[in-house]
């Protein structure tokens, strides 16, 4: 993988070369390559480019005699051309310096663009983070509502329980004050018939036993009347009995509904949110 990139690098570099220097940043983007992979393999590039041009070619002999006769001649023009060569070193060595330069802004500039990147890729993250930590902290309060809701219903519960007791407590001595109502009746009824069967045997006392028959049937009236306000005391009590356990039912339903919320698990869903609504919406 490192010599496919090398031998890009190098292909990238000989053909930009053409028209201006290779940098690293042009030569990455030529090449398809790191920019690690672009820095290294353009430095041997240039090495191995130098080294090329500073090759020397070997000598004939026949040059090596004009040589001699000319070297009087070339150290003159060496001394004459050195301030020359030496104003020419200079401007390479400036232009080696701006190249440099423009490769450090290159990377100073990629270096400010993977920041850029590493900054926005942060600060999505943040947003995501903090979308989830108040997402929690509904779910958090929207269990702790339901927690609420669920020991208010367990009190009513117990309220409406309570109460239950005492109607069928109630109820319950009604009940026995009607047998003792209607025993009464029975022992007056019994009373009015033996007066009836002496009057029919004493005919000489029936003033007296109208006097008492007027009397037991008052009574018998009156006794009448209590049993009938017994009666309906009964039929009241035993609708308010049935009204609570009505509602004691309706109760217990909904605890178990609710119930069966608080064990569902906490995992399920971004999906299934329809699930998730408040005891209100049931």
């Not at 290294?40 to 026949?62: G, H």
């Not at 330069?101 to 990147?117: C, F, I, N, Y």
């Not at 009505?246 to 609710?258: I, M």
Request: hydrophobic share 40%; aromatic share 2%; charged share 30%.
């Amino acid at each position: 993988m490192s010599q496919n990139a090398k031998d890009r690098v190098f292909a990238a570099a000989e053909e930009i070369v053409a028209e201006r220097r290779p940098t690293v940043s042009s030569v990455r983007e030529a090449a398809g390559v790191s920019n690690s992979d672009a820095t290294r393999f353009l430095r041997q590039w240039w090495a191995e480019r130098e080294a090329v041009s500073s090759q020397v070619a070997a000598t004939p002999p026949q040059v090596v005699e004009q040589a001699t006769r000319l070297a009087g001649a070339i150290w003159t023009e060496a001394v004459r051309q050195s301030e020359s060569r030496h104003s020419a070193v200079e401007a390479a060595w400036s232009q080696e310096s701006s190249n440099k330069a423009a490769e450090l802004a290159e990377l100073v500039e990629d270096l400010d663009k993977a920041a850029g990147r590493f900054d926005a890729m942060s600060m999505t993250l943040n947003a995501e983070k903090t979308a989830l930590e108040g997402k929690l902290m509904a779910r958090e309060q929207e269990l702790a509502e339901m927690q609420s809701s669920r020991d208010t219903l367990r009190v009513e519960l117990e309220e409406l329980r309570r109460e239950l007791a005492g109607a069928s407590a109630h109820a319950s001595s009604q009940q026995t004050r009607i047998k003792a109502l209607e025993t009464d009746l029975a022992g007056v009824r019994d009373d009015l018939s033996q007066s009836q069967e002496r009057a029919v045997r004493a005919e000489t006392q029936a003033a007296t036993l109208g006097a008492t028959l007027e009397s037991l049937q008052r009574q018998l009236d009156d006794r009448q009347a209590r049993l009938d306000m017994a009666e309906t005391a009964q039929a009241e009590s035993q609708l308010a009995a049935s009204a609570a356990s009505a509602r004691a039912a309706t109760l217990q339903e909904a605890n178990a509904a609710l119930m069966a919320r608080l064990t569902q698990p906490k995992t399920k869903n971004k999906g299934a949110t329809a699930a998730d609504s408040s005891p209100g919406d049931e």
